[in-house]
Structures are given as structure tokens and as C-alpha cells.
């Protein structure tokens, strides 16, 4: 009778690697009983086998053991001593992981697909997780959206041009296609492609739109029929060649921090009296703060007047923010104010044109 073939000191070393990878984190174990079980290899050998890996941090993840009085005070209800390998990412950064896709307005059922299969490449055992038991895809979504996300990263790579159509919303919140006012034909956009960013809660790509200047918000998910063209066709306007109004590169960081909110205008110098920096922390990413008295704030701010006018606005009713300069922008706040007398002083629906 032919004895069994002796395993390499490699061979014990992968599977052993295989089964921590697998089925262990730093809450969950495997004993060397479970280990030796499973290898067909005796205790020891496996004991020998981890103390090298132990040594040796593999793949940079730490191998090591969690002791019994160390499950006891561990987070995880069914914390189990053993053996483990640490994750690749830690819980914080898989939950931020997991509330990106939540974020993304794809299908429920993917996204939860999604954050188990990255639960898993991620070292955590135990299979499926509640970490996303929260979630709540806003309806409708688009169906188009992962593959725009995929045809849009080639595009920006390779410096491509894309085109697409754009949807709006129906009255029954169904996402329909734009059309040409005057063919009702659907309206096709070309642009340049430059950046995908969130803001706000939406998920945006930052372009240049052929045919008009400078660069441009679109909605990632409210676009179809996305077409990423060949290299035959040349970028009508590249990021090197952008520039800002006093004629220096264009910087993709400033111009986003320049803006609260998705919006291309010029950016000025704002100055604003507050007394409360928590709204100023929030939204703007370089404001410049000077105490004034026990209550007030100055900051200065170099950002678009329009998504400051909207930021504000929100503001308004509790008197913690006043906008001091631009006065044009003082201007637009009072002749909001104004549209907001006229609006609400008369009975409801009385202002119908």
C-alpha cells in the first residue's frame, strides 16, 4: 500500500493562509485542533507553521491569536479564540465603503452584493453582514448607472471623448430622456470628461460640454446611452488648457471648493458675519476666521456667490449668518426676500401665473 504523500512545508503554509483568510477576523478564530483537522497535519506541525506566519505579517496582515479572556471582552457576540488573520481594512473604513454604495443610487439587491463580497475580500468572517440593513435605494434608479461609472474611469484615463443623452425627471418621478424642443427628437451631449466627484448626496461628473465654455456639472445617474469615442476624436477643450479668470491653471480641487453646491459661475471673495462656525465648517473648506466680540465671526471665503446665496438661504430664519460683500450679492438675498413676501403674505396659489 503506497503511503500518503507528505505535504511541503509551502503547501501547509498556503492552506493554513487559505483557512485564516477565509474563515477567521480578529474577533473569530480557528484552533490548532480545528487546523490540524482540516490540514490532515498533526498540531504541532500547524502550531510551528503559525508562529513563522505570526513572524512574518504575510501580505502585510497580521496573524495572531485571540485568547479565550480576550473573546470574552470582545465586541462581537459570537467572538470565538483561535488562530485569525487581521482583515485588509478595518471595520470604520468598511463601513465607509459600505455608505458609499448606499450613496451610489444603484439597485438594492447589487449594493448588498456588493458590500458581502467586499465584507469578504476585506478578511471578515461569518459570511453575510447587517451592515447595510439600513439601506434604502431611492426609486427610480438607473439601470445604466455601473457601467456609466466603469465607461466614464476608461474615458477619463485615456483622455476620450463620451457621448451621451440625459434624463429628467416625469411627474410620476420615472426617469425619462431629454428631447430637442424642436425635432422632439432625444438631445445627444458630447463632452470631455475630467473627474467624477459626490456632492451633496449625488454622484457628478465634472466635464467640459462641447459647444459651450469651461467646465460643467451632469448628473452620473441621469445619464444613458453613454458612448465613450475613439481616439479619432480629439478633446475639444483638455484640463491642461483650462484657466481661471486671472489666467492660471485650473485646479479641479479649487474649483470644487469654491462651490457649496453644483454650480459654474465665477467664484468672488465673500465675507460673511457669523455666530455660529459650525455652518461655516461644514460647507466651506478654506475660510479664513476672525473673531469680531463674544458672539461674531468674520470669514472670508473665496467662493461662488450663486451656492453661497442657496447656503444662506437655509440659514436664514435662525439669524446666525450675514452676508457683508459682495454687495451684489447682499442685492440678491434682498430680492429673494422679496420674492418670498410676495409669495407667502397672499393665500395659497394666489401668485399662479
Given at each position: 500500500m503506497a503511503g500518503t504523500k507528505k505535504k511541503s512545508t509551502n503547501e501547509i503554509l498556503v492552506r493554513i493562509l487559505e483557512e485564516l483568510a477565509a474563515h477567521t477576523d480578529t474577533e473569530h478564530g480557528l484552533s490548532t485542533k480545528e487546523l490540524s483537522r482540516r490540514l490532515g497535519v498533526t498540531e504541532k506541525t500547524v502550531r510551528g507553521h503559525l508562529r513563522m506566519l505570526e513572524s512574518q505579517r504575510p501580505f502585510g496582515r497580521a496573524v495572531g491569536q485571540l485568547t479565550p479572556e480576550m473573546a470574552e471582552h470582545a465586541d462581537s457576540p459570537d467572538a470565538t479564540p483561535g488562530w485569525y488573520m487581521e482583515p485588509a481594512i478595518d471595520l470604520a473604513q468598511l463601513r465607509l465603503l459600505g455608505d458609499g454604495l448606499a450613496l451610489s443610487r444603484i439597485d438594492e439587491e447589487y449594493a448588498r452584493e456588493a458590500y458581502d463580497r467586499l465584507r469578504s475580500l476585506a478578511g471578515y468572517a461569518g459570511g453575510q453582514s447587517e451592515g447595510l440593513s439600513n439601506l434604502r435605494i431611492p426609486r427610480p434608479y438607473n439601470r445604466e448607472f455601473l457601467s456609466n461609472v466603469e465607461n466614464l474611469d476608461e474615458a477619463i484615463g485615456a483622455g476620450r471623448v463620451v457621448r451621451f443623452r440625459l434624463c429628467q425627471y416625469a411627474a410620476d418621478g420615472t426617469l425619462v430622456e431629454r428631447v430637442d424642443s424642436g425635432t422632439g427628437e432625444p438631445r445627444e451631449y458630447v463632452a470631455d470628461p475630467y473627474q467624477m466627484t459626490y456632492r451633496n448626496g449625488l454622484y457628478y461628473l465634472l466635464c467640459h460640454m462641447h459647444g459651450r465654455p469651461g467646465i460643467g456639472f451632469v448628473h452620473v445617474d441621469r445619464i444613458r446611452r453613454l458612448d465613450v469615442l475613439g481616439p479619432d476624436?480629439?478633446?475639444?477643450?483638455?484640463?491642461?488648457?483650462?484657466?481661471?479668470?486671472?489666467?492660471?491653471?485650473?485646479?479641479?480641487?479649487?474649483?470644487?471648493?469654491?462651490?457649496?453646491?453644483?454650480?459654474?459661475?465665477?467664484?468672488?471673495?465673500?465675507?460673511?458675519?457669523?455666530?455660529?462656525?459650525?455652518?461655516?465648517?461644514?460647507?466651506?473648506?478654506?475660510?479664513?476666521?476672525?473673531?469680531?466680540?463674544?458672539?461674531?465671526?468674520?470669514?472670508?471665503?473665496?467662493?461662488?456667490?450663486?451656492?453661497?446665496?442657496?447656503?444662506?438661504?437655509?440659514?436664514?430664519?435662525?439669524?446666525?449668518?450675514?452676508?457683508?460683500?459682495?454687495?451684489?450679492?447682499?442685492?440678491?438675498?434682498?430680492?429673494?426676500?422679496?420674492?418670498?413676501?410676495?409669495?407667502?403674505?397672499?393665500?395659497?396659489?394666489?401668485?399662479?401665473?
Open positions: 476624436v480629439a478633446q475639444e477643450c483638455r484640463l491642461e488648457d483650462l484657466r481661471t479668470a486671472d489666467g492660471a491653471r485650473l485646479s479641479l480641487a479649487d474649483f470644487l471648493a469654491e462651490r457649496l453646491y453644483p454650480w459654474t459661475g465665477e467664484a468672488e471673495d465673500i465675507r460673511l458675519l457669523v455666530t455660529d462656525l459650525a455652518c461655516v465648517y461644514d460647507w466651506f473648506e478654506r475660510p479664513a476666521v476672525r473673531r469680531v466680540d463674544d458672539r461674531h465671526y468674520e470669514v472670508t471665503a473665496h467662493a461662488d456667490p450663486r451656492t453661497v446665496l442657496w447656503w444662506a438661504l437655509q440659514y436664514a430664519d435662525a439669524g446666525i449668518v450675514e452676508i457683508l460683500e459682495p454687495a451684489s450679492l447682499r442685492k440678491a438675498m434682498a430680492d429673494v426676500g422679496a420674492t418670498l413676501v410676495a409669495t407667502y403674505r397672499v393665500a395659497p396659489g394666489q401668485r399662479r401665473g
